[in-house]
C-alpha cells in the first residue's frame, strides 16, 4: 500500500540519509575494532532502566567503560555517571529521536579528550521503541530493554526494535508479580520474529541477574563477536 506522506523525492532523500549514516557506521565499526572495543548501543522505552543498569555495573565494579549518553535535553544521565567516576559524554538531540552514527563519533572524540576510552563502551540511545532501530551505530551488540511496568506484549507491537536485538533484557524483574508481567510471553514472541535470541531477565536489587549480564558480554568480547543485523 502506498505512503500517502512520501513521495519519490523523499523516499530519496531518506534512503540518502540513511546510506550517509551507514557508511559512518561501517567506520565507527573499523575504529571498534581497531582499538579493542567492545560497543553495546542500548534501546528501549524511557524509563525502562538503561541509566540504573549502567549505574548498577559501576557501582559493583563489574565492568570498565566508557559511555555515550543520548537524550532530547540535559545532561542529567551522563551526570549519574560521572558523579560514580564513568567517562560520559551527554549528546543532547533537540527533538531528534535516535542517534546517529556521526553524533557517536563526535561523542567519542569528546570523551577521548577526558580520558582513553575503556575496553567497553556503552551508548544510552535516545529512549523509544521506534526510531533507534533505523540506525546503525555499529556496535558489536544491540541489546533491547524491556521493563516489566511497560508489559510483556510489546515485542510483537514493535517487532523492529526486537529485530535490531542481539538480546534482550528484561529489566525490573523485581516487580513482575506486581505488574502480572509473563516472562514466557516474551520469548514465545521472540521465537516468532527470531529464534535463539538471548533473553536476560534483571533487576537492580539482584547482582548475580547483573553479573550474568555482564558475563554474557564478556563472552561476546572474547569471540569478537559483531552484529549481523542490517538496519
Ligand atoms: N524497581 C526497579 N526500579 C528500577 C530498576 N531499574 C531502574 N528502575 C527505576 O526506573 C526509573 C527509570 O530508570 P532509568 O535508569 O532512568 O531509565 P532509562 O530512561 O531507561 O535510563 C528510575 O526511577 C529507576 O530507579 C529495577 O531494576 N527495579
Ligand atoms: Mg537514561
Redesign the pocket.
Known sequence: MENPTMNKKSIEVLSRILSKNDEEAIKLREFYRNNNIFAINLM?S????????LESIAKKKLLEFSVVEGDLQTNR?AQRLLNLGVNAHQITTGDACHLEALMVKEALGELQKKAPLKEYLFI?NV?NLVCPASYDLGANLNIV?LSTPEGDDKVLKYPTMFLCADAVVV?????IEIFGFKIEQVREDLDKLKKKIPLFV????DEASLVQFCEFLKTKKGENYVSSHTF
Not at 524511557?46 to 543498569?53: A, E, N, Y
Not at 534483571?202 to 536489587?205: A, C, G, H, I, T
Open positions: 528501549s524511557p524509563g525502562s532502566g538503561k541509566t540504573t543498569l544521565d544510552e529512549g530493554l529489566s525490573k524483574a523485581d516487580l534483571l533487576s537492580n536489587k
